[in-house]
């Protein structure tokens, strides 16, 4: 609450281990512009463990990502032409380009979870996700 920071949790409700691969797709952008893909954006990442700060180009303010299980594989790659169906009904542009840095692969046993915290402040890196959850 007050920040601006989203959490993501996927629970195991099954009775079977399950692998889940995230493939998160970044934009930099504000709310009314969309983004195209460009040799100006570069998404330059540094990784320490579980969280990844993501500079989308030089000189840019850093997105920050952590995970609470799981192994990061970067897989770098432009996701192009994405629709959106609202903004379209709306007669505004309705396409863009979606950027992934790669995924993290997770391996959930029945009754496990894990949580993805992406923010613009780095002190929600170091704060619990289910803590953060509660807040809201």
């Given at each position: 609450?007050g920040?601006?920071?989203?959490i993501v ?10 692998v889940?691969?995230i493939h998160p797709?970044?934009?930099y952008r504000?709310h009314?512009?969309l983004?195209?893909?460009s040799?100006?954006?570069d998404?330059?990442?540094s990784q320490?463990g579980n969280r990844?700060t ?21 897989d770098?790659t432009w996701?192009k032409?994405v629709?959106?169906k ?7 542009d ?7 840095i790669g ?8 009754g496990?979870?894990v949580?993805?915290?992406f ?6 890196m170091?704060?619990?996700p289910?803590?953060?959850?509660s807040?809201?």
């Amino acid at each position: 609450h007050g920040s601006n920071t989203t959490i993501v949790e996927y629970y195991n409700l099954g009775t079977e281990t399950i692998v889940i691969n995230i493939h998160p797709l970044w934009v930099y952008r504000n709310h009314h512009q969309l983004q195209y893909e460009s040799g100006y954006y570069d998404f330059y990442t540094s990784q320490e463990g579980n969280r990844i700060t993501v500079y989308p180009h030089h000189n840019a303010e850093p997105a920050y990502w952590m995970f609470t299980k799981g192994e990061f594989y970067e897989d770098r790659t432009w996701y192009k032409n994405v629709f959106y169906k609202e903004e379209a009904a709306r007669g505004f542009d309705a396409t863009e380009d979606r950027y992934q840095i790669g995924y993290v692969q997770v391996l959930l046993e029945p009754g496990e979870n894990v949580f993805f915290t992406f923010s613009t402040e780095l002190d929600k890196m170091f704060e619990s996700p289910e803590v953060l959850k509660s807040q809201e």
